[in-house]
């Protein structure tokens, strides 16, 4: 009786955790991207140069690199970054504001 039950326990085990996956259930939460607050609108500028995004722009709070190899450079305005490899621009990245 005793190996009868030791080779069932495997079994029951699983019925157990099946039977209690059935009561799951899941709810999806919708979170929008970019959702910070305050509207910020930031132009395309992918491609453009250093001093034509200056000329657009104005002249960035700070200026930070380049780093590494491309050179990597990021120019600091109040509500975005901008980055740029070598003298032309990558990217525009909205600040966190949390």
Do not use: C
């Amino acid at each position: 009786m005793v190996i009868r039950l030791r080779s069932r326990i495997p079994l029951l085990i699983s019925a157990a955790v099946l039977s209690l996956s059935f009561g799951a259930r899941a709810e999806s939460l919708q979170v929008p991207v970019g959702a910070q607050g305050s509207e910020v609108h930031v132009e395309q500028l992918r491609g453009l140069k250093k001093d034509q995004v200056n000329a657009r722009l104005g002249e960035p709070l700070s200026i930070e690199g380049p780093v590494g190899d491309p050179a990597i450079t990021r120019w600091e305005y109040p509500d975005f970054y901008v980055y740029f490899e070598w003298d032309v621009a990558l990217h525009t990245v909205k600040k966190h504001r949390g």
